[in-house]
């Protein structure tokens, strides 16, 4: 049966513009990497589509982002170019000597960037002590964090994840992405963090699990985190499953995908792949319609 609800004709239009801005945002930050024949594809693919979902269909202009996985910044400045916040010029620099662009979030360098998160471990911190001042100076902020899950390896994610439940920060939005390899291996395999989503509310928070590379899912994320933080003055956390590399058929859920710099065999293959998928993802999205 076709559902005819307006409701849902309207969300399958919107994830409709959603996918085509994640390919957009894709290729270009695909090119931005084979020019400058650097690593971390697999971290921006893994998260391309919820960083897309973030700008375009949950942030307003008044809320702060921080990528704590900040070696996947060149898929948030592909997604800040897709906004007309960056130049093309300014992407023409990314990784060149004196550019405003490099290998990991700058230092005072873009607005929309508040922090350099490099070191990994510290961006939910970050987003806790920016919510906590917004409160006591009664600002209506929201701070929206996305975390690997390699970094929750890291001991300050897990002190700033109590302090974000004991203080009922309600204005923080937590996602973490959940590809289940870091720069060493296999997540279970260098640290057991299963059963995560049980961690997760023994520390306090709603935990919302949700399919990180299909935009319904991440809707229907939005729509039940929105509810629980209007309605149980609980935090939140978005626990986003999705693929390393996702989308190159090749090298995709493997820890090479982390490191992995194209030469112009892979570069042509990577965009074919990223044509295949998107052509399949919108041909889903049609026959649902």
């Not at 170019?81 to 979030?105: F, H, K, M, R, V």
């Not at 490099?118 to 929206?144: I, K």
């Not at 992405?177 to 060493?184: C, P």
């Not at 296999?186 to 299963?194: A, G, K, M, P, S």
């Amino acid at each position: 049966m076709t559902d005819s609800h307006p409701s849902r004709r309207e969300e399958r239009a919107e994830c409709l513009k959603l996918e085509e801005r994640s390919l957009s945002v894709k290729k270009r930050f695909l090119a931005m990497y084979k020019k400058a024949h650097a690593g971390h594809v697999g971290s921006s693919l893994s998260c391309a589509e919820i960083l897309v979902f973030l700008k375009f269909a949950w942030m307003r202009d008044d809320d702060t982002f921080i990528l704590s996985k900040g070696h996947a910044v060149a898929a948030l400045y592909s997604v800040l170019a897709e906004a007309n916040l960056l130049t093309p010029s300014q992407i023409d620099s990314y990784y060149e000597e004196g550019t405003t662009l490099p290998a990991l979030p700058p230092v005072n360098a873009i607005k929309e960037i508040p922090f350099a998160t490099g070191s990994l471990g510290h961006g939910l911190s970050l987003c806790a002590g920016m919510a906590l001042g917004a409160n006591l100076n009664r600002q209506a902020r929201r701070f929206f964090c996305l975390t690997s899950d390699g970094e929750l390896d890291e001991g300050s994610i897990w002190e700033a994840a109590l302090f974000v439940a004991h203080r009922k920060l309600t204005n923080v939005v937590w996602l973490i992405d959940r590809n289940h390899i870091q720069g060493i291996g296999r997540t279970e395999e260098v640290l057991t963090l299963e059963p995560l989503d049980a961690k997760l509310r023994a520390f306090g928070f709603h935990v919302v699990t949700a399919d990180g590379h299909d935009f319904a899912s991440l809707l229907a994320a939005r729509d039940e985190c929105t509810r629980v933080l209007a309605t149980q003055n609980r935090p939140v956390v978005i626990v986003a499953e999705t693929i390393k590399g996702h989308g190159i058929r090749a090298t995709q859920d493997t820890v090479d995908s982390h490191y992995l710099p194209m030469d112009n065999a892979q570069y042509e293959q990577v965009l074919e792949d990223l044509e295949h998928f998107h052509e399949a993802a919108m041909k889903r999205l049609g026959d649902a319609g």
